[in-house]
């Protein structure tokens, strides 16, 4: 399965982007796993954001966005969406659209190829 990601940028503290990720393919690669979004910012080990469950009745998210990111999805769209609001300089990231992820492992089952999110002060 392919995973493309967009709507990163740069944007002022305070400010919001919404990140849209599709799969391609058939509904059932996408309907049927989890999905979520990891971010590694330059020096720091990639971290887990948030994740979603099949039909998005069920999110988690890390400490670090709870409040300020929404994860959502579309299975008619084959389409995960991260809203994130109230962007602080230490988002800064490239963010990675994944499907399957394991967030005590650190891991997940396929990547896309990344959207850079950048906020400054």
């Known amino acids: 399965v392919q995973l493309q990601a967009s709507g990163g940028g740069l944007v002022q503290a305070g400010g919001s982007l919404r990140l849209t990720c599709t799969a391609s393919?058939?509904?059932?690669?996408?309907?049927?796993?989890?999905m979520g979004w990891f971010r590694q910012a330059p020096g720091k080990e990639r971290e887990f954001v948030a994740s979603?469950?099949?039909?998005?009745?069920?999110?988690d998210y890390a400490d670090s966005v709870k409040g300020r990111f929404t994860i959502s999805r579309d299975n008619r769209k084959n389409t995960v969406y991260l809203q994130m609001n109230s962007l602080k300089p230490e988002d800064t990231a490239l963010y990675y659209c994944?499907?399957?992820?394991?967030?005590?492992?650190?891991?997940?089952?396929?990547w896309g190829q990344g959207t850079q999110v950048t906020v400054s002060s």
């Open positions: 393919g058939s509904r059932e690669i996408f309907e049927g796993y989890y």
């Open positions: 994944v499907r399957d992820p394991d967030k005590n492992e650190n891991w997940a089952r396929n």
């Open positions: 979603i469950n099949y039909n998005g009745g069920r999110d």
